[in-house]
Each structure stands twice: as structure tokens, then as C-alpha cells.
């Protein structure tokens, strides 16, 4: 059955690329050589090698992915495929049990992940960029990550400061953090009613420079984790403050932060690399496609998640 020439391959953790059978012109090949399907059917051809409407319409459905783009990452795997058979892999034992989807893999180790490697592919301009974007995160004075409930009113409000007194109250009695945030369904409702309204937040912050004074004050006054603050007014309105933990000084180097940093791009960056490793081997084969034959799929699609919302 063609259906046992088609294989579906996880490529890059999320790629799938569904396979088609060998070209007859690769004299290595040792799989199968199967009749062509009708010529209506084909919806791309890689070196002769078709793919169908049938293994299109598997692959979209596989992969939760358009008509289109199902028909690339086939016609990725179709040229994946043939690379890999004309290098004479089709001959491991591995690759006879598992076919094509084995025999793609194996490629991929031996050449592509060999080129594309973290110490290879993220470049120091990348790295320098990430740890410019994190220096917040990778050099910083000691900090306070808190929890605040905010009665929020631009003006001296005596009724929003009242609120807040009691919710004080409240969030003395509460234990845990999900507790003291909780308490801003109990008293959303008495907010609005005055003419405010009631904010829940996690804040990060440093002593000095990173909130308003009164704000950063009331929160390094703030001892234990689970301590609470007394009512605190801002430009914002009246805080309760929570604090949930305190969080070291840090100052972590470029070069300290690299090696982390280079682990963390590389999956990105590997799938930027595979993109244009594979359009490179795209280049040395003749892919036709026929995309008016993608309508059809297109409509059927369409009329399937249309009955699903009807339903």
C-alpha cells in the first residue's frame, strides 16, 4: 500500500515531515518501487517523486497545518528523503525495519546536526543581544518579588482608603500567597461601586529606581515572605502589599552567562539553520507544484470546522 511509503518525520521536536516513495532515477535506492498514483491526485512532484492529495490531507490533519503548509514539510521530507537514500542509507538494518522515517533521521545526525551545533550556529552578536535583553535578570541590586492587591483612584479618596483598610484586615487572617490574592474576587464588586477599581498584581522590585518611593519602601520594610504592609498611597491609589520572597543580588558576566545563553537560542536558531540547510537541497532538485489542486483540500477543511462550530 502507498500508505507504507509515507512517513510522518518529527523533525527539530516540532517539524513533522511526512515522506514520500523514492524517485526511480536514485540508482542507491533499495525501498520499494510502487506504481504511480493518477496523474489528478499529485499535488507536487520532487524529482518525479509524487505527492498525493491523500498524503496531504493525512499530514494537515496530523500536524494541525493548512493544505499549503502541510504540502511543504512533505515536499521537505520527500527531498530529505531522497538525499538520504542516494547517500546509500536505505541499507542499515535500522533503515529496513523502519523505512524512510529511520532512514531520514539517521541523515539528519550524520550530516545536518554535525554542520548545526550551539558552538557553530549561535553567533556572538546573538548571544551579546540576549544577555542585553536579560541584564535586568543577570545584574541587578537585591529585590523584593511582592504581591499587591491596589484599590486604584488617581485622587485622595477617603472611601478607596477605607476599602483598603479593610481588605488589610482580611489579608492579616489569609496564609498563603492564593489566599491574599483571592481576596480580590471578595472585594472587586465593592470597588466599583465607589468609583474604583481593583487591581491584582505580582511585582518585582528593587529599593531604589524601579518603583514609586512609597511603594519600594513599604516592600523592603517587609521582612518574612507572607508579611503584609500597611495601606501604602501612591499616584495610583492605596496598595496592600504582600511580600513573597526575597531575591538575591546578582551580577553574572557575559562570559558566565554564555554557555546558558547559547544552550537557550540554539533550538531557535537550529530551526532558522534547518530552513535554509533544506532550501539549499531544495535548489539542486526539480519540485514541481501544482497549488490549484490544494483548493479542493482547502474547501473540504473548511466545510469540516464549519460543521464543528455548528455543532
Same mark, same amino acid.
Given at each position: 500500500?502507498?500508505?507504507h511509503?509515507?512517513a ?10 511526512g ?8 540508482a ?13 491526485e ?14 496531504v490531507v ?17 515536499v521537505?521530507?520527500e527531498?530529505l528523503a ?6 546509500g ?6 533503515v529496513?525495519r523502519q523505512?524512510?522515517q529511520e532512514m531520514?533521521?539517521r541523515?539528519l ?6 554542520e548545526?551545533? @550551539? &558552538?557553530?550556529? /549561535? !553567533?556572538?552578536? +546573538?548571544?551579546r543581544?540576549a544577555?542585553?535583553?536579560a #541584564?535586568?535578570r543577570? %545584574?541587578?541590586?537585591p ?21 483598603a483598610?479593610?481588605i ?6 489569609t ?9 480580590y474576587?471578595s472585594?472587586?464588586a ?6 474604583c477599581q ?14 514609586e518611593?512609597?511603594?519600594a519602601k ?8 507572607g508579611q503584609i ?14 511580600l513573597?520572597?526575597?531575591? @538575591? &543580588?546578582?551580577? /553574572? !558576566?557575559l562570559e +558566565?552567562?554564555t554557555?546558558?545563553?547559547r544552550q537557550? #537560542?540554539?533550538?531557535? %536558531?537550529?530551526?532558522?539553520e534547518?530552513?535554509r ?5 531544495a535548489?539542486k ?7 490549484e ?5 482547502q ?13
Amino acid at each position: 500500500m502507498r500508505a507504507h511509503r509515507a512517513a510522518a518525520c518529527a523533525i527539530l521536536g516540532g517539524l513533522l515531515l511526512g515522506c514520500s516513495r523514492p524517485p526511480p532515477p536514485v540508482a542507491q535506492h533499495r525501498l520499494p518501487v510502487l506504481p504511480p498514483p493518477p496523474a489528478e491526485e499529485v499535488v507536487a512532484t520532487v524529482n518525479g517523486a509524487p505527492i498525493t492529495v491523500a498524503q496531504v490531507v493525512a499530514q494537515a490533519k496530523a500536524a494541525g497545518q493548512s493544505p499549503a503548509e502541510a504540502l511543504e514539510a512533505l515536499v521537505r521530507g520527500e527531498i530529505l528523503a531522497q538525499q538520504a537514500d542516494a547517500q546509500g542509507l536505505a541499507g542499515h538494518p535500522d533503515v529496513q525495519r523502519q523505512a524512510r522515517q529511520e532512514m531520514v533521521r539517521r541523515y539528519l545526525k550524520e550530516v545536518f546536526e554535525k554542520e548545526v551545533t @550551539p &558552538e557553530k550556529s /549561535v !553567533s556572538s552578536l +546573538e548571544i551579546r543581544k540576549a544577555y542585553q535583553n536579560a #541584564l535586568p535578570r543577570l %545584574v541587578h541590586p537585591p529585590l523584593k518579588e511582592v504581591n499587591h492587591l491596589l484599590v486604584q483612584t488617581k485622587k485622595d479618596d477617603p472611601q478607596a482608603e477605607a476599602l483598603a483598610k479593610e481588605i488589610r484586615q482580611r489579608a492579616l487572617e489569609t496564609k498563603a500567597a492564593d489566599e491574599f490574592m483571592n481576596l480580590y474576587h471578595s472585594f472587586d464588586a465593592r470597588a466599583r461601586a465607589i468609583g474604583c477599581q481593583l487591581i491584582s498584581e505580582r511585582v518585582v522590585t528593587a529599593r531604589q529606581g524601579w518603583t514609586e518611593e512609597p511603594f519600594a519602601k513599604a516592600s523592603f520594610d517587609l521582612v518574612q515572605p507572607g508579611q503584609i504592609s500597611p495601606v501604602v498611597r501612591t499616584s495610583y491609589g492605596y496598595h496592600v502589599i504582600r511580600l513573597a520572597s526575597d531575591i @538575591p &543580588e546578582e551580577n /553574572v !558576566s557575559l562570559e +558566565e552567562a554564555t554557555p546558558t545563553i547559547r544552550q537557550s #537560542l540554539f533550538p531557535r %536558531v537550529q530551526q532558522r539553520e534547518f530552513l535554509r540547510w533544506i532550501d539549499n537541497l531544495a535548489g539542486k532538485l526539480q519540485i514541481r507544484r501544482y497549488p490549484e489542486r490544494l483548493q479542493e483540500i482547502q474547501r473540504a477543511q473548511e466545510a469540516e470546522l464549519s460543521g464543528q462550530r455548528k455543532s
